[in-house]
């Protein structure tokens, strides 16, 4: 029985305003709390969940979902969820690559793979949860 | 105040099979309940709710998240809410294109529009909240 359940997607914007005022002004999101990330970008949420994830693109960043490419589009999506050891053993035994890395000032510990399809998935743990700490994590730490 | 909630990503696969059996094994979510939909497919649950939706690739279908391109990777996000008249208006407000159908059996309102950067987005509403009966619905019936 999975523990997951679906927190946001992410989208690679042209222009992070513009998109941030899209989500508002024509669903009725909230431009809401995002914890400390390297990248500029907003967090846009229905109720408590910052449902749709806005960053900027980044050079030589590859073609989403949109067609004529330019590196804008869906890039990810994510699930949170709890079991970090077991789920990362899982990928082993499968033979899928990850990285893994703490992010958003250590809120998040945030593990990225590839579907069948090339899809990339994020699923996202919470370090305290999981007994981990900065000191003891053995991943990329994102400052 | 925005009622929506996130509902589900669709995932367009070079193999429906392999693409079910990734996210049953990988991730522990649970091959569940379809309602008819004209094109084969598989929706994947955590709990109770139905997270990833798997689709074929279809002739002609562009690029998405993959870009090796080939039609497959992520192919829209999904909310789910209610005040479907009230969204319309605010669309038709905002100058966005939308489609509109009866899916599912009757069971979904689906309204379809792209954001800025070309993401597709799908909104769902309940016909009998809505208040809508297939006599009076007036747009696409998907049978």
Request: aromatic residues 10%; negative net charge; proline residues 7%.
């Amino acid at each position: 029985m999975s523990s997951y359940h679906l927190n946001h997607v992410n989208i690679r914007a042209t222009s992070l305003e513009e998109t941030r005022d899209f989500y508002a002004e024509v669903l009725g999101l909230e431009d809401g709390f995002r914890p400390p990330f390297p990248n500029p970008g907003y967090w846009m949420y229905a109720g408590d969940m910052p449902v749709i994830h806005i960053s900027p693109l980044e050079a030589g960043s590859l073609p989403r979902t949109n067609p004529d490419g330019m590196g804008k589009g869906l890039d990810h999506f994510a699930m949170w969820g709890s079991g970090l050891a077991e789920q990362l053993a899982v990928l082993e035994k499968h033979g899928v690559e990850y990285h893994k890395r703490l992010a958003g000032g250590g809120a998040v510990i945030q593990v990225f793979f590839l579907d069948p399809n090339g899809v990339q998935i994020e699923l996202g743990f919470n370090p305290e949860a999981e007994g981990i700490t900065r000191d003891t994590f053995d991943g990329e730490i994102l400052e």
